[in-house]
């Protein structure tokens, strides 16, 4: 893995733009979102990779999609025999196809309302960016640390986590990964496929629960 990438990220995207996610998917943006085919497709290709870096080994597994919206991933997962909860803010986006066979549940990814060992996996696919994407911002810091408490309490011992999110720079990876290690007992990694390609680049992070 190279680690000459830069993020030079020049647009502003919609997370620095909007400080509640709800304000941006909603109306017609939601209906965007929610009916392409194409977002449809390149998720399906994320979720693909996060679990070929799960390496489940057996199909009949409690998958946890944190911050699904329309449920892309746990439609996939779903479809290949996994057994889904999917959990997301944005109750029109787990309203938009019936998808009542994935557990939807409103829910806040920081603040999961499950119990103890619950599953033996989670995804969480393009929402991570929302949580915490301002290193100077205290609370963004205190929701990351839940998260991955609560991510860490809900996993079943020697279970993993794959979570591919957009930061911004480098530096909030590199924030990322520290928060979360300091704050539980995960073993993780940064995956970077394509990192010299800004278009093409997807990043994951992998966690261990290792107890
Ligand atoms: C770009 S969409 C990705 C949706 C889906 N994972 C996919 O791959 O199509 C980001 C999603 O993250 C959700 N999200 C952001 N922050 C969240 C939070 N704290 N708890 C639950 N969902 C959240 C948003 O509501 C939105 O549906």
Redesign the pocket.
């Known amino acids: 893995m190279s680690n000459n990438y830069d993020f030079n990220v020049k647009r502003k995207r919609p997370e620095e733009i909007y400080s509640d996610?709800?304000d941006y998917?909603k109306g017609e943006i939601l209906e965007q979102?929610a009916s392409s085919k194409s977002?449809?497709k390149?998720?399906e290709e994320?979720?693909i990779r996060a679990l070929e870096l799960l390496n489940l080994e057996r199909d009949d597994l409690l998958i946890l999609?944190?911050?699904?919206?329309?449920?892309?991933?746990a439609m996939y997962l779903n479809e290949i025999g996994y057994k889904t909860v999917a959990?997301?803010?944005?109750s029109e986006?787990l309203n938009y196809y019936d998808i009542k066979e994935l557990n939807p549940i409103v829910?806040?990814?920081?603040?999961p309302p499950f119990k103890p060992s619950t599953f033996d996996a989670i995804i969480?696919?393009?929402?991570?960016?929302?949580?915490y994407r301002d290193i100077e911002n205290q609370q963004m810091s205190l929701?990351l640390k839940s998260?991955s408490k609560s991510f860490f309490q809900i996993l079943k011992p020697n279970s993993r986590v794959v979570i591919?999110f957009y930061p911004k720079s480098k530096k909030i990876l590199e924030n990322i990964g520290k928060i979360i290690t300091e704050s539980t007992g995960f073993h993780g990694n940064f995956i970077i496929d394509h990192p010299n390609s800004q278009r093409k680049r997807k990043i994951y992070l992998l966690l261990e629960k290792e107890t």
């Open positions: 996610v709800s998917f979102y977002i449809m390149t998720q994320i979720t999609d944190a911050g699904s919206g329309p449920g892309f991933t959990i997301d803010l944005i986006f829910a806040d990814m920081c603040l969480s696919i393009s929402a991570l960016q929302w949580i929701m998260l591919q």
